[in-house]
């Protein structure tokens, strides 16, 4: 493991989540117990499972008390375009994240704790690759939380020896992810075009440009992280490729079964859009050897 210490249990809030359900097979694979939570029940023999809301201290901390995790996976938290507004962010990815560190310092547990962070954090970057020492320039309130878990990762590490590492993933992409994600609602336009024999695929920006990772790559990069990754420390996990919108349209337009059309919509184009974004995996690498081994047509 990468801080000192044997792993036997891991506990993941969010486990239902996207990344959540590539993550448990890697880790039952290895022979070791998985414990889960998330809002709602899930049944999996494979791993001991836990509904109720993470932000809820009484309920996290019966879980941590009843658990005692040797790692824990912090994936719960809001998504873009998630629930709560603008406030949602702040109120679950930023004062969930207090009340869970805090209880694993009340209850005296040591767990590795991985925090998934985002590259949102970054904005539009001053320079590419984008590397872990860019500062931190959100520019949505999704983003701004995910700089502000970040920093009370840091805050637990400095002030409480909680060994935290944070995981800054680009976007990820692949099977079960959430509608509301760029890629996912390209197919999800083109999948209802085919139930209806032809349509439209309507998108924003075309020339935006982003680094897509597949989550499975990414659930990878979490088991490496587990393994050697460094207690404080943050990683960026990325393809280091960067592809525009109309390249991903390009694809999922290729697989349709019907005649789509592409038709671009004022009405989709963000204010505050990052024209690109590619990151450098290279500390990752050096850390585990991890290398993404899925190309964004197969994702």
């Not at 022979?31 to 998330?38: C, N, T």
């Not at 309920?59 to 719960?76: G, I, K, Q, W, Y």
């Not at 963000?270 to 994702?299: C, K």
Request: net charge negative; aromatic share 6%; proline share 6%.
């Amino acid at each position: 493991m990468g801080a000192s210490g044997s792993v036997s249990l891991v506990l993941i809030t969010g486990i239902s989540g996207f990344l959540g359900r590539w993550v448990v097979p890697r880790l039952v694979a290895r022979g070791w117990r998985v414990a889960g939570l998330s809002r709602r029940p899930i049944v999996n023999p494979a791993m001991q499972h836990y509904a109720g809301d993470f932000t809820d201290v009484n309920f996290m901390r019966s879980v941590l008390s009843e658990v005692r995790p040797d790692v824990l996976l912090h994936f719960a938290g809001v998504i873009p375009g998630g629930p709560g507004g603008d406030m949602g962010p702040y109120e679950v990815n930023v004062l969930g994240t207090v009340r869970l560190f805090q209880s694993v310092v009340d209850l005296h547990l040591d767990p590795l704790v991985l925090v998934t962070s985002s590259s949102a954090v970054y904005g539009r970057p001053s320079e590419l690759p984008v590397r872990e020492d860019h500062p931190f320039k959100p520019l949505t309130a999704y983003a701004s939380s995910k700089a502000a878990q970040e920093l009370i990762a840091i805050q637990y590490y400095e002030a409480h020896r909680l060994r935290t590492i944070r995981v800054r993933t680009f976007n990820m992409v692949g099977p079960g992810q959430p509608a509301t994600l760029v890629t996912s609602e390209m197919a999800e336009q083109v999948a209802r075009a085919e139930a209806s024999d032809g349509g439209s695929l309507r998108l924003g920006n075309l020339e935006a440009r982003r680094d897509f990772t597949d989550v499975r790559d990414i659930a990878a990069a979490v088991e490496a992280l587990i393994d050697f990754g460094e207690a404080g420390q943050v990683y960026n996990v990325c393809s280091g490729l960067s592809r525009s919108v109309k390249e991903c349209a390009d694809i999922i337009l290729g697989l349709a079964r019907v005649p789509v059309s592409l038709v671009t919509e004022e009405a989709r184009i963000r204010a505050s859009e990052i024209p690109d974004q590619v990151g450098s995996a290279e500390r990752l690498r050096v850390a585990s050897g991890w290398r993404p081994t899925y190309a964004l047509e197969e994702s």
